[in-house]
Antibody
């Protein structure tokens, strides 16, 4: 069974840091791009970051550039998101998701569809 | 990059068909056929319903269909059922500019 399980969320003060993890199973992890998507309380979905299968290519939404770092360890089938300089507006449920198309270093436009999602982990930034 | 525009809510009776629109620009929907749609029930993770504008993943009911015209993508649900009541989001590739991808604002579907 293809599965993604996030962990690492919690309550953190403004300006603090957290590292989220996403453990993958049931598919060849290194062959797929992986994405983080977040959802603030009562709000819509927002893409945060995506990383290619090899880890060589990364993309970020403007609001997190310079503060968040996406990475992966293909030997551990695990995706990470390092959250630094956290702000109140980063409060959200963070989902990891597997991109649909296989290929270790696809062009960025291939990462527009995500077919497997984790259950999410909640990050709360207190002021 | 602004969010794609969706109606806040759409409703229909069981058995009816409804259509959710998703309006963008030439820089996203109009420029590429790289559109996906997601269903999200309360407290749950999103589920991929449509990709490449009109293709259904394995296991998704053929009551769901997607299309695109110009800068607007659409999701149609035919034979509406109670379990279709959920939030729906469109998502598009938006090029290599400042924001590579963009979600729609989301639509709450209510089955009357």
């Amino acid at each position: 069974e293809v599965q993604l399980v996030e962990s690492g969320g919690g309550l953190v003060q403004r300006g603090g840091s957290l590292r989220l993890s996403c453990a993958a199973s049931g598919f060849t992890f290194r062959d797929y791009g992986m994405k983080w998507v977040r959802q603030a309380p009562g709000k819509g979905l927002e893409w945060v970051s995506v990383i290619s299968g090899s880890g060589n290519n990364t993309y970020y939404t403007d609001s997190v550039k310079g503060r968040f770092i996406i990475s992966r360890d293909n030997s551990k089938n695990t995706l990470y998101l390092q959250l630094n300089s956290l702000r109140a507006e980063d409060t959200a449920v963070y989902f990891c998701a597997k991109c649909l198309y296989s290929g270790s270093d696809l062009p960025g436009y291939y990462y527009y569809a995500m077919d497997v999602w984790g259950q999410g982990t909640t990050v709360t930034v207190s002021s | 990059q602004s969010a794609l525009t969706q109606p806040a809510s759409v409703s229909g009776s069981p058995g009816q068909s409804i259509t959710i629109s998703c309006t963008g620009t030439n820089s996203d929907i109009g420029g590429f056929n790289l559109i996906s749609w997601y269903q999200q029930h309360p407290g749950k993770a999103p589920k991929l319903m449509i990709y490449e504008g009109s293709k259904r993943p394995s296991g998704v009911s053929n009551r769901f269909s997607g299309s695109k015209s110009g800068n607007t993508a659409s999701l149609t649900i035919s034979g509406l059922q109670a379990e279709d009541e959920a939030d729906y989001y469109c998502y598009s590739y938006a090029g290599t500019g400042t924001s590579n991808y963009v979600f729609g604002t989301g639509t709450k579907v209510t089955v009357l």
